[in-house]
């Protein structure tokens, strides 16, 4: 069973730092792209930062320069270091992940992780 397992969320001042991590776990043929998106209350659910398999990646403008995602393909783990966070950075972060269970397959599946809560007070 394929399985997003979420941690480091919490509670920060704002100008504060927290790491998130999202490992991964279950037997795939291949993880494609893994990242973050983030909801706020009262939001939809908005993409914060991606990575793909060759370690590329993207950002929002609203993190871009704040945020940085990695990754561990070894550990089929993804990273992501949030430094000078705002009030506005409080939402549920939820890892995702977008793989093939079989190389036949001709569309990734995604699976998304229970949310971790980020809280930055000012």
């Known amino acids: 069973q394929v399985q997003l397992v979420e941690s480091g969320g919490g509670s920060v001042r704002a100008g504060g730092s927290l790491t998130l991590s999202c490992a991964a776990s279950g037997r795939v043929f291949a993880i494609n792209s893994m990242g973050w998106y983030r909801q706020a209350p009262g939001n939809e659910r908005e993409l914060v930062a991606y990575i793909d398999a060759g370690g590329v990646s993207n950002y929002a403008d609203s993190v871009s320069g704040r945020f940085t995602i990695s990754r561990d393909n070894a550990e089929n783990t993804i990273y992501l270091q949030m430094n000078s966070l705002k009030p506005e950075d409080t939402a549920v972060y939820y890892c995702?992940?977008?793989?093939?269970?079989?190389?036949?397959?001709?569309?990734?599946?995604?699976?998304w992780g229970k949310g971790t809560q980020v809280t930055v007070s000012s």
């Open positions: 995702y992940e977008d793989f093939l269970i079989d190389p036949r397959e001709m569309r990734d599946r995604r699976l």
